[in-house]
């Protein structure tokens, strides 16, 4: 078993080191599912099979050394020598590929349910969220708001509330779905969202927006125009870039395309049925579903709700819309 382990382990250690070193690419809920497996078997090989052995050899040592005593007690002996207190701990101790195998289960299984059906923590990696979110934001995701759904193979289990417009989500990006990506949600299915000359128009009726102070990016070390935008029932900031064209240069070849119609002012999609168009709230700055098209229902991750930490800002920590 020890070299069974020990193979299991390296095998674990060598996919993690391969998906850090980008020589394969990563799923970690899938090598979360494996490891609560693999260490669940352990468990319960520990729990039925070995933990007794090593209690029954103990108890077999206690017998042993009880029935020496009383022979040497028959014989006038009442002074012996031999303490198996240590013995008998050496016995049911854990051996190492059980403790790093059985002993880690509760703790794997705790954060894969949790993960996977609760809350499940992200890092924002770009600025395509500013002014909302920050470069650097550690952030929770509700991960039964809109129905949970399947861990690994992501098929919904029970409905939820559906998608709201104007909901920050988390989902998996369409041209690749082993990527996790984070957007507002503009449009819903049967939508038709219109972004024209920068400025976002649901179903032939203008977004309300007002113009705000100007925000400071302090990683581009420029100031943005701000507005606050009403979309749906939730209010939230965005940044234009005066500099940038209002054109949508390079979109993909994206199912449903035929839906859209593209022009130097900017760009119109009706949203089909089953699908959401994502915009970031850095509009200038975002690769969204202008580019790549519409997110189906099937690769929704989750809502998210929260910045739990901001290791360079602490005063990120909070509740956002």
């Known amino acids: 078993m020890q070299a069974l382990t020990s193979a299991i382990l390296g095998a674990f250690v060598l996919y993690a080191g391969s998906w850090y ?56 002996i009442s002074q012996v020598d031999g303490d198996i ?19 880690l289960f509760p703790v794997i299984i705790s954060v894969f349910f949790l993960r996977s059906f609760l809350i499940e923590p992200f890092k924002i990696p770009s600025g395509s969220m500013i002014p909302t979110l920050l470069v650097g934001d550690l952030i929770l995701v509700n991960k039964f708001t809109y ?36 957007k507002r949600i503009v449009g819903l299915p049967g939508d038709t969202v219109a972004y024209i000359n920068k400025r976002l128009t649901v179903n032939g009726q203008p977004v309300a927006t007002t113009a705000v102070p100007e925000f400071f990016d302090e990683d581009a070390m420029r ?25 949508i240069p390079g979109a ?23 699908h959401y168009f994502m915009m970031g709230d850095n509009r200038d ?12 229902e099937k690769n929704i991750v989750g809502k998210a709700f929260a910045v739990w930490m901001n290791f360079g800002n602490p005063k990120r920590i909070g509740s956002f819309d």
């Open 85 to 103: 207190t240590e013995a008998k701990t050496r016995l049911l101790m854990q051996p190492w590929w059980l403790d790093w195998t059985a002993g």
């Open 21 to 76: 070193f980008g020589a394969v690419e990563g799923n970690f809920a899938l090598l979360l599912f494996l490891a609560s497996v693999v260490t669940g078997a352990y468990w319960v090989a520990e729990r039925y099979y070995f933990l007794p052995q090593r209690q029954n050899a103990a108890a077999l040592l206690e017998a042993t050394d009880a029935k020496r005593r009383a022979d040497l007690g028959k014989m006038g």
């Open 147 to 182: 129905g949970l759904r399947l861990p690994v193979l992501n098929i919904k289990i029970t409905e939820g509330t559906p998608p709201q417009r104007g909901d920050v989500m988390v989902f998996r990006y369409p041209p690749k779905p082993s990527l996790d990506y984070i």
């Open 285 to 296: 700055n975002s690769l969204d579903s202008r580019y790549w098209g519409f997110v189906p």
């Open 223 to 247: 100031y943005f125009k701000q507005f606050e935008e009403n979309l749906g029932d939730k209010k939230h900031r965005l940044l234009n870039d005066d500099e940038r064209p209002a054109f």
């Open 252 to 274: 993909d070849n994206f199912a449903g395309r035929d839906g859209c119609l593209y022009s130097v002012e900017g760009v119109t999609c009706k949203v089909p049925q089953g």
